[in-house]
T-cell receptor, first 116, second 114 residues
Framework: DAGVIQSPRHEVTEMGQEVTLRCKPI?????LFWYRQTMMRGLELLIY????????DSGMPEDRFSAKMPNASFSTLKIQPSEPRDSAVYFC??????????????FGEGSWLTVV | SQKIEQNSEALNIQEGKTATLTCNYT??????LQWYRQDPGRGPVFLLL?????KEKRKERLKVTFDTTLKQSLFHITASQPADSATYLC?????????????FGKGTRLSVIA
């Protein structure tokens, strides 16, 4: 069974450009999470969806960030305009039972974003 | 303020020894605690989960303890091997007694030296 699939794996872009990161969760999983990982702050939750509906976006840094989940098999995280401080690894993860306690989550391989 | 601290950024041990990693938390009340392994350039992978009413959980060479009084979890790898070298992340689960996504520590990078 395929795991969580993210694209692109690596992206280098210039400040001010729009960046779109894509994610395909594991089939049958009803929850999807976007995390960001940096050396300074570790792994931080940006937003998560249950059954395609955003539940908690309090981790989204600012209005430049937006996320959508138009259907159960696809989600995007968009940064517009991008800034050098957005450089990080962005992970998408999915789980079969939402954010219920005791539920493990499955991560993709990450999208490595560098904004110059 | 709420904090999760893992004992050190990096830990070096000799092959064959037991590695012990620490996860301490403040101002959280997790119902569960999970441990993940992350290899360079890869996403975290789930290893073990322990409930608040469990003192200890084992899986092959791995052992996890959970002390809700001390607000601490210990993660042990016995008979460590170079292949165990990775970053290990602890994650608090079931905090606020509700459906709250995992909150992760920054991780400890373990290097097992042959």
């Amino acid at each position: 069974d395929a795991g969580v699939i993210q694209s692109p794996r690596h992206e280098v872009t210039e400040m001010g450009q729009e960046v779109t990161l894509r994610c395909k969760p594991i089939s049958g999983h009803n929850s999807l999470f976007w995390y960001r990982q940096t050396m300074m702050r570790g792994l931080e939750l940006l937003i998560y969806f249950n059954n395609n509906v955003p539940i908690d976006d309090s981790g989204m840094p600012e209005d430049r960030f937006s996320a959508k989940m138009p259907n159960a098999s696809f989600s995007t995280l968009k940064i517009q305009p991008s800034e050098p401080r957005d450089s990080a690894v962005y992970f998408c993860a999915s789980s079969p039972q939402g954010a219920q306690p005791g539920n493990t989550i499955y991560f993709g391989e990450g999208s490595w974003l560098t904004v110059v | 303020s709420q904090k999760i601290e893992q004992n050190s950024e990096a830990l070096n041990i000799q092959e064959g020894k037991t590695a012990t990693l620490t996860c301490n938390y403040t101002n959280y009340s997790p119902a569960y605690l999970q441990w993940y392994r992350q290899d360079p350039g890869r996403g975290p992978v789930f290893l073990l989960l322990i409930r608040e009413n469990e003192k200890e959980k084992r899986k092959e060479r791995l052992k996890v303890t959970f002390d809700t009084t001390l607000k601490q979890s210990l993660f042990h790898i016995t008979a460590s091997q170079p292949a165990d070298s990775a970053t290990y992340l602890c994650a608090l689960d079931g905090i606020n007694s509700g459906n709250t996504p995992l909150v992760f520590g920054k991780g400890t990078r373990l290097s097992v030296i042959a």
